[in-house]
């Protein structure tokens, strides 16, 4: 695998479990992967120690930006298109878990609140049908 | 200047003891000084701290500090390309000889782009958050020095970039502060898809 594809999948993981571990920790239990926070958490420092270590362990990760390793402005691209990747995926896969979750839901404003109780997938569509028949 | 520029080469020469002495310490210097460890853990953290808050408007605080964080990052960035741009400085392995634990970058030395861009992160978020901001004030200068210690920056490259990083993330904060509806829009915005 090319040196671009390895920290890509690096900065992937790392974000999904970064946002399991802060999820873990606040309210948001619509972003979680895994209901109860204890496991939640350590499942997320799981997903990040885990891709650290492939990455460092797996190749020699000591090279320069004028062979093939990354300048400064590519690794900061790289690290935004993985974390919004990582984002899009912690909301689909939290979506398709949660989604069987029917609590009585009063939804008063968007924002991330409303997933303290409801998923993104529930939360949007509850969103756009008061935006709709406003 | 003289004085400074030998007490600079032999700190660092003291510094670079601790290379090569042993296989463990080498490999955890290695991967400190690394360009991708710190730097991305630094980016997980700020990554974090969007999703962290128990409510809405401490998470709008989390997010502003990640907005002011990334403008620190640019101003600290802009300004170590505009110094290089003027002055060059040769590396510490070009001026003795050192065990090395780095590749040999070609830029210059002076002033240090890593502890600009990670003291600037790491000022922006301990003003607001004494804790998170700590951890990466310590990820920060563990960075910077271990560059020292691998030979590629001076004690003085150091302490430019940390003085740039610094001063970048308080034109930030007062540029976020100035331009307060540019950042509230973008988190409207993001509100608006739940994402904020």
Known sequence: ?134 | MEPLKLLDLQLVEWANILSGQYVATDTILKLITSDYLIPLILGLILLALWFSGDNRYARKRNQTIILTAVTALGIANLTVLIINDFYFRARPFDEIELTLLFYLPTDSSFPANPTAASIAIAFSILREKKMVGTITLILALLWSMSRMVAGVSYLSDIAAGASIGIVASYISSLILLKLTPIPDLLIRILRILHLA
């Open chain 1, 1 to 134: 695998m090319s040196f671009e594809l390895d920290y890509l999948l690096l900065v992937f993981f790392s974000s999904c479990g970064s946002i399991q571990l802060a999820v873990s920790q606040g309210p948001l239990y619509g972003l979680r992967f895994i209901k109860s926070p204890f496991p939640n958490k350590v499942f997320g420092l799981l997903l990040i120690s885990i891709s650290f270590t492939w990455f460092f362990i797996s190749e020699p990760r000591n090279i320069p930006d004028s062979s093939d390793g990354l300048n400064g402005n590519q690794q900061a691209l790289f690290f935004i298109f993985g974390a919004c990747m990582a984002t899009i995926f912690t909301v689909l896969i939290s979506s398709l878990h949660n989604n069987s979750n029917n609590r009585i839901f009063l939804l008063s404003e968007p924002g991330l609140e409303s997933l303290n109780s409801h998923s993104f997938y529930s939360s949007t569509r509850k969103y756009l049908n008061l935006l709709w028949n406003r």
